[in-house]
């Protein structure tokens, strides 16, 4: 960054017109001594001080254009930018159970789910964010960090639970999710819960777990995915192949809404593709970060080098028309 202290010193070039106007002048005024005509010589070779007659005259120009520019103190600026950031702790309880593989939405649930929260997480870069998968039981893939590109990593690999990991234990999501969260100072913790059932696993009730989020000052939102009435479900059999059976949708709304009014949150329905996206917009707008930033710039002066320019100059061109281009009187 570039700036002059003293602009009104540009003025000065005008001085320039005054010197162009005299050089003009004195090319007009007709030569003190009277010679012969010299025009048989015309195709004579010309000397380099010939040439170059005109250099001491260039050479005063450019020493008062280097002279006005250092006068106009040239500065330059190192721009620097304070941000305090008041953030928000959010942490992502995601559902991984078997009936996540629900063809409803495309290409399935669980798809859809990583692939939204991923652009969610990219939406939030100065959030601390966490992620908790859950199916019988409820692990912590991620705590609260601002790597995000770890925890998107760690979001890729979560995957349907296997027939031995399946049920839905909402309550010890949550859980964990309150776990992760009690010891944060942040002005805003939050548990955005995604689920496609109905607890039934696990030794905390999802409403027990509300109740100790609401304690502890915590907000949740829980979204209920996946359409009404009947889904495509793809099942593996006995001898290892998939087939595709429908299945009824239980969605426990009636607790998932209890869960979020508890706490101070909204519960939503992701039942058609785009839904879920458009939730966590929802969402992303309701949870918004303060950032308060300062710009500060350093200024340094840096008008030597052209005083420099300027002096050698001068020098140059005193040098040039005394020695090299002297006149006679």
């Known amino acids: ?94 559902d991984r159970s078997g009936s996540m593989r629900a063809l409803d939405l495309s290409p399935d649930r669980l798809t859809v789910a990583r692939r939204t929260i991923r652009h969610f997480v990219l939406g939030r870069p100065t959030d601390r964010l966490g992620l908790i998968p859950f199916a019988r039981e409820a692990y912590t893939a991620c705590p609260l960090t601002v790597d995000h590109q770890a925890l998107l990593t760690l979001l890729d690999a979560v995957d349907f639970a296997t027939p031995d990991e399946d049920g839905t234990a909402i309550g010890l999501g949550l859980a964990a999710g309150i776990a992760r969260l009690q010891a944060s100072d942040a002005k805003s913790r939050v548990i955005i819960l995604v689920t496609d059932g109905v607890n039934n696993a696990g030794a905390i009730a999802p409403l027990t777990a509300a109740e100790l989020a609401e304690k502890k000052g915590l907000r949740i939102y829980t979204i209920g995915i996946g359409t009404h009435g009947v889904a495509r479900l793809p099942v593996q059999g006995p001898s290892g192949r998939w087939r595709v059976i429908p299945v009824p949708v239980e969605i426990d709304e009636q607790t998932l809404t209890r869960i979020a009014e508890a706490t101070g949150g909204r519960y939503f329905r992701a039942d058609e593709d785009g839904k879920l996206e458009q939730i966590f917009e929802i969402i992303d707008g309701l949870e918004k970060s303060e950032i308060h930033s300062q710009i500060h710039v350093a200024w340094s002066d840096r008008f030597e080098p052209w005083l420099l320019a300027a002096g050698l100059t001068l020098l140059l061109e005193i040098f040039l028309a005394r020695f090299l281009f002297g006149r006679l009187p």
């Not at 540009?10 to 106007?21: C, D, I, S, V």
């Not at 004195?26 to 012969?36: G, M, V």
């Not at 025009?39 to 001080?49: E, F, I, K």
């Open 1 to 94: 960054m570039i700036r002059l202290q003293n602009p009104w010193a540009l003025a000065l070039l005008l001085t320039l017109l005054p010197l162009f106007w005299l050089w003009w002048r004195q090319s007009r005024r007709p030569p003190a001594l009277l010679h012969a005509d010299l025009t048989p010589l015309a195709d004579a070779p010309r000397s380099w001080r010939l040439r170059l007659r005109h250099l001491p005259r260039v050479l005063r120009v450019l020493f008062v254009i280097l002279a006005v520019v250092a006068l106009a103190r040239p500065q330059y600026g190192v721009r620097s930018e304070e941000v305090t950031t008041h953030g928000v702790d959010i942490v992502i309880v995601l």
